[in-house]
C-alpha cells in the first residue's frame, strides 16, 4: 500500500492558509511554511514498517491544485491523508468529493482538531472514509494501514464509514502512545527545506522545528470543561501531557547539526522545565551542541527563575515564545490562563538579562473585554519594546474553535455570530463583542505596530552585527509585520463583509 501525506492547496485571494503545526488558523499575505511534525512522524513510521510513503504538501510546494491532482496520479497512491481546521474544512469536503470522483478507489482520511470535535460531521458533507481522532494520529495511521493490509484491530478513536454507508468508530480517543518510541524523522522524506526558510522564528536559516511534548504542561481544568487555557485548539486533541526524554531531543539535535541546520524550534505547547530543562540544558554545553546551533521554544511567563534562564542562555537557546494574550486580569483569569500581568514583564526581563530574545502573542476580540481594556494590551507590548524586553510578536483576533472551553462557552451563552466554518478564518471577529468589529481589527494593528518606539529602533540599530540580524530585523521583520498588518486592515474586513452578505 502506498500513502500520501497531504495539504491539497487552497486557491484563494486570502493568501497562503496556515494549517500545518498551528493552533490558530490564519491566511497570511507573506508565505509561512511550518514543518508539520506529527504528520512527519506518521510518514516515518510507515516507511520503517515498510510501506510506500509520499509527501505532497501542495501548500507548501505553491502548488495549483491540478497540479496537485498531477502529482497524485503520478504517485498512484492507494491513501491519502489529510490534516483539516475548522476554516478550511467546508472547502476540503468540497476537495475529497473531487478526489473520489477522479480517484474513485483512493482511501481517504481526515485528522486534526477540528474533525476530533465534529468528526460524524465530516461524514455527512464528504465522502471521507476514515476520521482519526485525537493528536496521536501518526500512531493511528499505522494501526488504520495495518488494519487495511494485516487485519490488525482498530486502535480507540478511529471513524469509518462501512459498505452499507453506517458511520461507526471505536471509541474515545486515548492518549497511551509512548513518545519515547518515535523515531527520527526522516526530514527527506518529509522536504523539510520548504519549510526551512519561509518561517518569521528563525533568525537563522535553515531552520527546523521538533516536538519533544505532548503538548503543555498546563492542565488546570476549566470551568467550561476542559484543560488548560480555553481558547487553545489543541487541548481538545492533547487532554493529557506527555514528553520524550532529554537525550532523546539531544540526540535528535545531533542529528539535524550534521544535516546543516542553523536554528531549531521546539513546538512543544509549553517546553519542560524543572529537572528536564537542566538535564537538557547541560547536555547542550556537554557536547558542545550550544556552539553550533540556536535552540527556541514555546514558554510560560511565570515558568522559570533567573538562575534557569540563565542556564538556557548558556544552552545555546535565543527565541523564546510566551503566549502573553492580554494584559487584563481579569481576562486571563477568564482564559483560564494561570498567570498575573507582572509575570510577563518579570519574564521578558529575566530572559532579556540572559541574553534571550523574547516574543509574544496577544489577542484582541473578548466577549467580556472593553476597548478600554484592550488597550491595557497595546499599552503593555509597548513598554515592553521600549525597555527592551521583548524583540518581536504576533496579534491575532481570538477564534473559539470547537472543542474548545471557549466554544463550549459561546455556545452556553449566545456569543457565536455564525457556525459558517469559512468565516472562523481570522478575517472578522467571531464572537459578540462590547467593541465594534473595526475597531478590534484596528487594535490588532496597533499592537503590531507597538515596536514603533524611538527607543526600540534605535536599540535595534545598535545591536545590528551580522548579515543574519539584518536580514532578520530589518529584511524578513518588515516583512512579517507589514504582512501581518495587511491581514488585519479594513479593507479586508470590508471585503469580508461583502463576500457574507452575498
Known sequence: MKIAIAYPPIETNKGV??????????????????????PSYAATML????????????????WSYQQFLEELEKEKVDLIVIEAKTPIIKKYWQIINDLKKNFPKLKIVLVGDHVTAYPEESFENSNVDYILTGGDYDFLLLNLVNHLTKKKPLEEGIYYREKNGKVKNTGKFKLKHDLTSLPM???????????????????????????????CWWRRPSKEGGYGCVFCSWTSIYP?????????????????????????FDDTGTFPVGYWLKKFCLGMIEKGYNKKVIIGCNMRANALNQEEYNLMGKAGFRFLLYGLESASQKTLDRLNKGTKPEDMVNAAKMATKAGLEPHVTCMVGYPWETYNEALTTVKRTKELFDKGWINTLQATVVIPYPGTALFKECEKNGWLKTKDWDRFDMREPIMESPIPDEKIMGLTRSIYMSFLTPKYIIRKVLSLRSWDDVNYYAIRGSKYIFGHFRDFTKSQLQKKINFSSN
Open 185 to 215: 524523522i526522516d526530514r527527506k522524506l518529509t522536504k523539510w527545506e520548504l519549510y526551512a526558510y519561509n518561517n518569521g522564528n528563525f533568525k537563522y536559516t535553515p531552520g527546523t522545528y521538533t516536538m519533544i511534548g505532548r503538548d
Open 47 to 62: 516507511k520503517e514498517n515498510g510501506y510506500e510513503v509520499s509527501w505532497l504538501d501542495g501548500i507548501a510546494e505553491r
Open 240 to 264: 493529557q501531557w506527555r514528553t520524550g526524554t532529554p537525550e532523546q531531543l539531544l540526540k535528535e539535535v545531533g542529528s539535524l547539526i550534521k544535516l546543516g541546520i542553523r536554528e531549531i
Open 17 to 38: 492558509p496556515l494549517l500545518s503545526q498551528n493552533r490558530q488558523f490564519q491566511y497570511f499575505h507573506n508565505p509561512t511554511f511550518i514543518y508539520p511534525m506529527v
